[in-house]
């Protein structure tokens, strides 16, 4: 499965200390939403890292058809309708994004544009400590867990996604608020990041 571990643990601290740690076991898998983003895990190929990050805050993983909000002061159960279906959000994507290299840095986050295939100026915003939680070194190869796929939401979404068979990353966007964050995504509307520019380049 294709996240960092350290990254992941350093995003689930933050979570559980906001009290936004969800953790849901279904037939499928294993979900951790956390507000910002959530990842889904195929229960048959979940690591032992994944699981020991899990359990060092939680305490615990939940059975099959339980849920719970993870709380210093205990779980908290039935929690199941709150977490986010990831496996069934991604159904719904239907354009790909392109993650570009931008990013923008003030001094609270670092953030990154993704730009949607075909139509340059939808230019989305998502935290870029998010990205660092791909890692295609994590791949479970003995399980034949494809690659990372994605970026992928809708034309109007707020939420985007990165996917194996194993896996799936989401990602809620950003609004901008300010102005220099708004005129960089005009100014990439005129940019295509799967262009051809090779003729710009000197001999």
């Not at 889904?40 to 059975?63: C, D, M, Q, T, Y």
């Not at 494809?146 to 970026?151: A, D, L, S």
């Not at 901008?176 to 964050?181: A, D, F, S």
Request: charged residues 25%; aromatic residues 10%; hydrophobic residues 40%.
């Amino acid at each position: 499965m294709f996240v960092k571990v350290p990254v992941f643990k350093k995003l689930l601290k933050r979570a559980f200390a906001a009290g936004r740690m969800k953790v849901k076991m279904d037939e499928s898998g294993l979900t951790v939403d956390c507000s910002h983003f959530a990842v889904w895990f195929e229960r048959e190929h979940i690591s032992n890292k994944i699981k020991s990050a899990i359990v060092e805050l939680a305490g615990e993983i939940p059975e099959e058809g339980k849920a719970f909000l993870a709380q210093k002061s205990g779980n908290q159960y039935e929690m199941d309708s709150a977490a986010l279906d990831a496996r069934s959000a991604f159904r719904q994507t239907d354009k790909r994004y392109v993650q570009t290299p931008i990013v923008y840095s003030d001094d609270y986050d670092t953030y990154r544009f993704l730009q949607m295939a075909g139509k340059t100026d939808n230019i989305k915003l998502v935290a870029d400590i998010f990205i660092q939680l791909l890692d295609p070194h994590e791949l479970d190869f003995s399980a034949a867990e494809g690659t990372i796929q994605g970026p992928y939401g809708t034309e109007n979404g707020t939420m985007f996604f990165w996917a194996t068979d194993l896996c799936i990353l989401a990602v809620g966007a950003i609004v901008p608020h300010r102005g220099i964050v708004k005129k960089t995504m005009l100014e990439l509307a005129d940019i295509d990041f799967e262009g051809d520019y090779s003729g710009l380049e000197e001999g």
